[in-house]
T-cell receptor, first 117, second 114 residues
Framework: GAVVSQHPSRVICKSGTSVKIECRSLDFQATTMFWYRQFPKQSLMLMATSNEGSKATYEQGVEKDKFLINHASLTLSTLTVTSAHPEDSSFYIC?????????????FGNGTRLTVT | AQSVTQLDSQVPVFEEAPVELRCNYSSSVSVYLFWYVQYPNQGLQLLLKYLSGSTLVKGINGFEAEFNKSQTSFHLRKPSVHISDTAEYFCAVSDRDNFNKFYFGSGTKLNVKP
């Protein structure tokens, strides 16, 4: 149980275009989802917390106009990288908690490798 | 805020040898503890978790970890590693009082050699 599906797994786009990444909780409802960015050989950096039915909460230094997050339902959150540039190339991972309390672990999608040319 | 320290960025070990990956955190008050594994180009998979009770917790793939409150540590161990254990391992702490706070260590790359 507690499966998080992320799509696409890889995407290559040209500079200036936008890319949408989907994150779905397949067998549970998630009022909150988390979006991380991971640089090579580094840990995960929390970008934003996605809240169903309301605005996302962005971490300091993350441009909310560049990384648009929409959490339209209890099982789907999307991250759109707008006007992508080569420096946006990275590994993006979403996650969610299946339970309601802090004891419930995060469950992760398989990540999206974004390459901006 | 919590901080999670993984002292070793890389740990080379021969196949069938034991291994310990170290993790320390800033405070043992009001936290839950987790270990995750990440294979190349994949998301993170939960290995094990400590919520309460016995300080020795067993996880998947033969891994175990011990919670030590006095030393604020949660080291991961495996008595005999396999080539397939080669991956990145992350220690994580969840703030008991804040559902949205989940802190990760910098990761330890375990490299199992034949």
């Amino acid at each position: 149980g507690a499966v998080v599906s992320q799509h696409p797994s890889r995407v290559i786009c040209k500079s200036g275009t936008s890319v949408k990444i989907e994150c779905r909780s397949l067998d549970f409802q998630a009022t909150t989802m988390f979006w991380y960015r991971q640089f090579p050989k580094q840990s995960l950096m929390l970008m934003a917390t996605s809240n169903e039915g309301s605005k996302a909460t962005y971490e300091q230094g993350v441009e909310k106009d560049k990384f648009l997050i929409n959490h339209a339902s209890l099982t789907l959150s999307t991250l759109t990288v707008t006007s992508a540039h080569p420096e946006d190339s990275s590994f993006y991972i979403c996650s969610a908690r299946a339970g309601q309390g802090s004891a419930s672990p995060l469950h992760f999608g398989n990540g999206t490798r974004l390459t901006v040319t | 805020a919590q901080s999670v320290t993984q002292l070793d960025s890389q740990v080379p070990v021969f196949e069938e040898a034991p291994v310990e990956l170290r993790c320390n955190y800033s405070s043992s008050v009001s936290v839950y503890l987790f270990w995750y594994v990440q294979y190349p180009n994949q998301g993170l998979q939960l290995l094990l978790k400590y919520l309460s009770g016995s300080t020795l917790v067993k996880g998947i793939n033969g891994f175990e970890a011990e919670f030590n409150k006095s030393q604020t540590s949660f080291h991961l161990r495996k008595p005999s590693v396999h080539i397939s254990d080669t991956a990145e391992y992350f220690c994580a702490v969840s703030d008991r009082d804040n559902f949205n706070k989940f802190y990760f260590g910098s990761g330890t790359k375990l490299n199992v050699k034949p």
